[in-house]
């Protein structure tokens, strides 16, 4: 790691501050940011700890409305009991990130912020269509994820909170990269009023994407079975040793059947 | 047995200070004004060094100097050698690239050291490594054995014509041609063994510090045997006489055979301290020891075995490729001719063997021993061959072995070994019966019926340990005796310290050494301290490999175990006025047997060392070494049976049973030996399933760390069932065979097997990835 500057912020205000000197980089969780300053693929001047700031921590549920701080645990989220209850799917997305010690570091925001093609979230924001907060304004899913480690947020924007309304079904199913343990392909469903959402993480080239002929199937009918029916493409999917874009569109279509049938 | 006695399930001594961080590795060494090494390595397969430019990095802050390898050659530091010479068989020897421990003029694998910059801190020799310049001229590189053989191929060492180190054979070529024209029945198959990783949990490291007062060299260094490295640090690479130079293997995080060999590293640490006069640290991280650490496997065979209309084989034809890598390693050359091509006999009675090897330099990390070292590349070829050999003549895979097996001994292959004990067929039966072989069509119905494909797989496995008998070796080639020395201290109160060549890695012989001496003097197993790893302390010694440490290292200290009871007893006769015939130790006590005349063990050494009443003549003290060389390999083996279930959407294969049943001959302490073959069954489901180096086309490691290097997890291993059916070795004083490598060796095929029996194909490569397996699933239904 090369020298660097640390910096612990109390509010985000602050924050936002400290992070417009120098080469900043915000820091919720470390996860990935720290490990790649430790190979010294990053070197930024300063970071800036945004991952004790309280008014970024904790889920609250109200109505049918799901609030999660930037700076609330993969842990934390895992075990929340209103969130269990509510939206277990997301629960049980967060209890399968990583391990015990990236999910008691890691964090929501770190995570979408950072957008990393294999992280779990970005399907789950996306199949939700929730809304990311940010310090200065209030950003689609849709509009949020804009390809491999790229997202909307502009300079010294801070993701705040993640925002999504209750499905009736939602269920994630991932297949991890064997040696990783990343998502190789994680399939988020979520059936609401408005219709059926299919987001797939892990297999696209230019990062997470809606599955569109699944959710064209699912909206005809919510069953695997109907999934059964539809060919997924490799075009545009991720190759690499582990996995094929061939295998990939497997995984697409055998990870969404399960994620239906797993949602009920 | 007693409590603490051989046989007894005794909780290692040394856990409390592993499971309680109070290990001492040689990255907690701290020597006072201690500084830090980095090294540059070369990010190219294979490039000429065009310029070398270190100015810009001897300035940096906290820099003690950065050194190039023409300064260390200036300095008079040897070439890296191995030591077992091979001769092709046109009487040539095998043709050995010059190695420098810091390349000079060209690179020949990513990874290749090149400079090394010491500095007062590791963060500053890193920011003053990415300040050396160096000037390099691509060359076209080459990764795969096959590939460096082919005509036009780049040439990696002057010395090796067309990157062919040695054509070596064994056996009689002509038998074994007859055999196969006369066949009933050949089966021919390709077998490719994977490279690997071997991941020690430690990564290498090493501390060189030269007292310039006493010219005189200290290195703390990961080493399965600091003798070996002394050895040959002084004799080969001039880091300084034997006299001047001390060895030190403290707690050592695991070996797999790759921490043998001595590696660019430790030499370069020794010779730097000498030149900047501060004493220099290096502790590779963990991407450097997957560039650096030598490989494992990696060979390429064409098989045929020939079979007559009983189904008996008559004949075995071997023509296998093995990559060494870019530099031929310590015991690179052993590891593919004799202690690979020596055990194709496996468990077997083939009248006519025939193996040729060729082992060919590529632009990789250099390859040698990993767990097994030759031995699961042999026991992989046959117990494939054997399997699909039986799928093709239609044959239970089980009846097919057992109609083949050797059951006279002892048994002459036609490839050199000779076996002294062993009951295969007992094995096979203890394996069949804990796996319910039986019951297995029935378990494959059901679970077809959720839509799952069940699949079973056997491998009867064979091996040779405790090597080895030194003259014999040196008749093949090795270029040091394989025998082990002991050295037993009785202190003048009556505790004990056993000295062992032997180094301890994890095998546990801070537990199991001291067991022997229990059973032998009933003393307390903590009254008995075991003091390896340190060639100022112990005599010398060759070191932990090869399941060696019980068959040979314990033989040594049964001998001066026995010079001791010899002394003993007389000074305990002379005490009790009693005939030394008459004097039985029961513990802890020397008794004239059949009285209740006795002394108690303490005094019996405290009259050693007062030396006030002593037998006349006799000198005073009690401290015996012994130098213990095998007459024989030890051939432990066994039958291992591995059950998969295999979910065809997505390629992944649950491992659901796994039984072992091995033969070890006596065993010390079985709760070791089950760890032991636990560790060696999760590397050989490692290798056959998640394991495996990949090189791009232009030799960058692609799998350089745990984000790509699937390591086995406890969630992929199923709990296995192991048992032992033991025939004692009738070639050393305890009857041991040894148990190390076992399970590295025996299961690989016993897991294809299974996985291929699932597929109903006739193989699929190692590893046997979820993809590969989804890929093979489906392409196998049409």
Known sequence: MYQVNYHRASSVEEAAKLASQGDARLLSGGMTLIPAMKTRLAAPSDVVDIARIEALKGVKVSGNTVTIGAATTHHDVAGNAELKSAVPAVADLASHIGDPHVRHRGTIGGSVANNDPAADYPAALLALGATVVTNRREISADDFFMGLFETALEDGEIVTSIRFEKPEKAAYQKFPNPASRYAMTGVFVAKSKDGVRVAVTGAGDNGVFRASEIEAALTKDFSAAAVEGVSVSADGLMSDIHASAEYRANLVKVMAKRAVAKAG | ?782
């Open chain 2, 1 to 782: 047995m007693g409590i603490e006695g051989i046989g007894a399930r005794v909780a290692r001594k040394e856990d409390k200070r592993f499971i309680t961080g109070s290990g001492r590795y040689v990255d907690d060494m701290v020597v006072p004004g201690m500084k830090h090494a980095v090294f540059v390595r070369s990010p190219h397969a294979h490039a000429e060094i065009l310029s070398i430019d270190v100015s810009a990095a001897k300035k940096m802050p906290g820099v003690i100097d950065v050194l190039t390898g023409k300064q260390l050659k200036a300095d008079g530091i040897g070439n890296l050698i191995c030591g077992w010479m091979i001769h092709s068989k046109d009487g040539t020897p095998m043709k050995m690239g010059a190695w420098s421990p810091l390349a000079v003029d060209k690179v020949r694998y990513v990874g290749d050291a090149v400079v090394v910059v010491v500095a007062d801190t590791k963060g500053q020799a890193r920011d003053a490594a990415e300040a050396v310049s160096v000037e390099y001229r691509e060359l076209p590189s080459v990764i795969q054995a096959v590939d460096a053989l082919k005509a036009g191929a780049p040439q990696i060492h002057a010395e090796a014509d067309n990157n062919l180190i040695f054509d070596w054979e064994i056996g009689d070529a002509k038998a074994a041609d007859e055999a196969v024209k006369a066949a009933a029945h050949v089966t021919k198959i390709r077998i490719v063994n994977n490279r690997l990783v071997p991941n020690a949990m430690e990564p290498r490291a090493a501390l060189g510090h030269y007292d310039r007062g006493d010219d005189h060299t200290t290195c703390w260094t990961t080493s399965q045997n600091p003798h070996v490295a002394r050895l040959v640090m002084s004799a080969f690479y001039n880091v300084a006489p034997e006299n001047k130079l001390r060895v030190i293997a403290p707690d050592v995080g695991g070996g797999f055979g790759s921490k043998i060999y001595i590696y660019p590293e430790e030499v370069v640490c020794c010779w730097a301290s000498k030149k900047t006069g501060v004493p220099v640290k290096w502790v590779a991280d963990r991407t450097e020891s997957f560039l650096s650490d030598a490989h494992g496997r990696d060979h390429v065979s064409e098989v045929e075995m020939a079979f007559d209309k009983d189904n008996r084989i008559i004949g075995l034809k071997v023509d296998t490729i093995a990559n060494l890598g870019a530099y031929m390693s310590l015991f690179s050359s052993c590891v593919p001719t004799y202690l690979y091509a020596t055990l194709l006999s496996g468990q077997y009675n083939i009248p006519a063997i025939h193996a040729n090897v060729r082992t060919v330099y590529t632009n990789t990390a250099p390859v040698d021993a990993y767990r097994g070292a030759g031995r699961p590349e042999a026991t992989y070829l046959l117990e494939r061959t054997m399997e699909v050999a039986a799928r093709e003549l239609g044959v239970s895979p089980a009846e097919l072995r057992r109609k083949n097996f050797i059951t006279q001994f002892p048994h002459q292959t036609p490839v050199i070994m000779n076996y002294d004990a062993g009951d295969y067929a007992a094995s096979l039966d203890a394996a069949m019966k804990a796996a319910d072989y039986a019951g297995f069509p029935a378990r494959r119905d059901s679970a077809g019926a959720k839509g799952m494909l069940r699949g079973i797989g056997m491998s009867c496995y064979i091996e040779a340990c405790g090597i080895a008998p030194s003259a014999a070796v040196g008749s093949l080639g090795a270029g040091v005796g394989l025998w082990e020395s002991a050295e037993v201290r009785v202190n003048a109160v009556g505790t004990i310290e056993v000295l062992t060549g032997s180094h301890s890695h994890g095998q546990g012989h801070e537990t199991t050494f001291a067991q022997l001496v229990n059973s032998r003097f009933g003393l307390p197993i903590d009254q008995v301290s075991i003091v390896h790893g340190d060639t100022d302390k112990v005599q010398m010694g060759m070191g932990t490999y090869g399941s060696r440490s019980g068959a040979v290292g314990m033989s040594a200290i049964v001998k001066a175990l026995d010079k001791v009871e010899a002394k003993a007893k007389k000074i305990a006769a002379h005490l009790l006025e009693a005939d030394e015939g008459d004097i039985v130790i029961e513990d802890g006590t020397l008794k004239v047997a059949g009285t209740d005349k006795n002394v108690p063990w303490f005094q019996m050494a405290l009259a050693a060392y007062t030396a006030h009443n002593l037998p006349s003549g006799m000198e005073p003290g009690l401290k015996e070494t012994a130098f213990y060389d095998p007459s024989n390999f030890t051939f432990p083996a066994g039958c291992y049976i591995c059950e998969v279930e295999i979910d065809p959407d997505t390629g992944i294969t649950e491992i659901v049973q796994f039984v072992a049943a091995d033969d070890f001959g006596n065993i010390i302490n079985p709760m070791i030996v089950e760890g032991q073959v636990h560790g060696g069954i999760a590397q050989g489901i490692g290798q056959a399933l998640l394991e495996g180096a990949v090189y791009d086309d232009t030799g960058q490691l692609l799998t350089a760390s745990y984000m790509d290097y699937t390591m086995p997890r406890a969630s992929d291993l199923p709990s296995f069932q192991v048992s032992t059916s033991n025939t004692p070795c009738p070639g050393n004083p305890l009857g041991m065979k040894g148990c190390g490598e076992a399970g590295a060796i025996g299961s690989p095929p016993a897991v294809i097997n299974a996985i291929t029996d699932a597929l109903g194909l006739r193989d699929i490569a190692m590893p046997a990835s979820p993809q590969t397996v989804w890929k093979a699933a489906n392409s196998a239904k049409h």
